[in-house]
Structures are given as C-alpha cells and as structure tokens.
C-alpha cells in the first residue's frame, strides 16, 4: 500500500464530551477561562487509529454506546476530535442520520436539489444522474410529497439513491441498509458493492448486521466502549465481537441484544 492509496488515516484519535447538568452551569466555566469546573466528561472514543484504502470496506463494529457513530461524525466533519491526527482525502457523503442535510418541509424532488446544492454537487452532474436516483429510489410519486410525510424506510431510500448515484469520493453509512424492506437492502448493498468494486470508492460501513459486514467489507474495526478491541479480516472480528459479547456477564447491546443501538 502506498501513501496515495490511503484516503483515511486517523491516528490516536480521541473524543471527549463536557457533560453539564444545567445549561448555565456552562456560564462560570467560560467567565473563569476554565478554572472553575462545572462539567463532568464522557470519553466517547480513546485512542482510535486506522487507515482506509482507495476502494476498500472497512466495517465498524460493536455494541451500544461503543463510539461508532462519533467516529463517523468526526469522518465527516460534524464534530472534532479532543486530540489525535486525521486525514481525509476526498468528499464524504455521510449517511449518518438518515434527515441528515434534508428538509422536512420540502417535497423529496426538491430534497433533491437541495441536498446537492450544500454539497457543492456541480448542476451538470445532478441533471445526468436525476432519472437514475429517481428510479432507484422507487419513490415514484411519493417525490411530490414533503419528506416530514415519509416513513424512515423512504427516507433511506432517497438518502442511499441520491448519494451512491453523484460520484461519491467517500461514503459514511450508518445503518441505512438496515432500514426498509428486505429486497431493497439488499438491492442498495449490491450498490454499495459495485461502487467499492468496480468504481474504486471508499467506504466505512457502521452496522449491527454481521452478516453483511462480513460479505462486504474488506476489513473490521471492533470498537468497545469507545476503545479500539480490533482491526482485521471480517471474519476474525466479528466471531472475536460476538464471542466477547457471549461471555457470562457481557453487557447487552449486541447485535441482536436488547439495547444494541449505536
């Protein structure tokens, strides 16, 4: 691997939360410079380091609260890390939360327009690629009506048409492809698939579905708690990640677990 293939590399990456049981508690800290301390912290992620190919999956495992979606956030640019070095060299479309950058008021055909406009989309693109993200989505009509009217599953629908359609540099999923009916996630994973395969994208792809972690991600982050428990081939991981998450007292949040979100 050289230096030119790499498109992420975070090293050391740290994340931590300032927690204030009232909102004016914030007040002190900030007329004191800080001497006066009135928070407590949250670590969310603890020194996190990896690096992500051109063309290359990498999964990100792990259980409630293990830091998944944060580190996704800091991908893109939504939050900072505390510390750490990161670099990322490319656009990320992130499909962290499926409303991300979406309009609840608009119709989904303006969403469209929108959406692509704050990305710095280029008009020519999107008028080449309308009818394919229109017909991918399978939306038909439902277009016309404001988005605030859509169930999740359509959402994800037009979040996962738009973005895989318009050339992505970098994609960020956070269980899109869990949302929806069967033949739909397994139509946008085939998407994700060829994007990564035959177009030479890259991909961090956040889920609670091992199955398919292990058919279409190149190698597995294991987060625990915001540490970093692994790096390596899907499937070492994910029987790594579920043997730990089967030990007698294991805290739930597995896949499949009561509790297992994000």
């Not at 989309?121 to 038909?140: D, N, Q, T, V, W």
């Amino acid at each position: 691997m050289t230096a030119d293939d790499v498109v992420i590399s975070a090293r050391g990456l740290r994340k931590v939360f300032k927690l204030y049981e009232r909102p004016h508690h914030r007040l002190p800290e900030w007329a004191t410079l800080g001497r006066v301390r009135r928070h407590r912290e949250k670590v969310a992620l603890e020194d996190v380091s990896f690096e992500v190919r051109r063309g290359e999956c990498l999964g990100v495992i792990g259980g409630n609260g293990s830091g998944k979606s944060t580190l996704l956030r800091i991908l893109a640019g939504a939050q900072r890390a505390t510390s750490g070095a990161l670099s990322v060299r490319g656009v990320p479309y992130a499909m962290i939360e499926l409303s991300t950058g979406f309009q609840p008021h608009l119709t989904g055909d303006r969403n469209i327009d929108n959406v692509a406009e704050l990305l710095g989309i280029p008009r020519r693109l999107l008028r080449e690629r309308r009818e394919e993200i229109i017909a991918f989505s399978e939306l038909g009509e439902n277009l016309k009506r404001p988005l605030r009217e859509y169930s999740s599953g359509m959402q994800a629908r037009l979040a996962f048409s738009m973005f895989t359609h318009l050339d992505p540099d970098i994609l960020l999923v956070d269980e899109v492809l869990s949302v929806g009916d069967e033949r739909f996630q397994a139509k946008s994973a085939a998407k994700l698939k060829g994007l990564i395969q035959e177009e030479n994208r890259t991909a961090i792809f956040v889920s609670h579905n091992l199955k398919t972690v292990r058919e279409l991600c190149d190698r597995v982050l294991w987060l625990d708690r915001g540490v970093q428990r692994g790096l390596g081939e899907p499937m070492a991981m994910v029987e790594a990640y579920l043997l730990s998450v089967r030990r007698p007292g294991a805290k739930p949040g597995g896949p499949g677990m009561p509790g297992g979100g994000a």
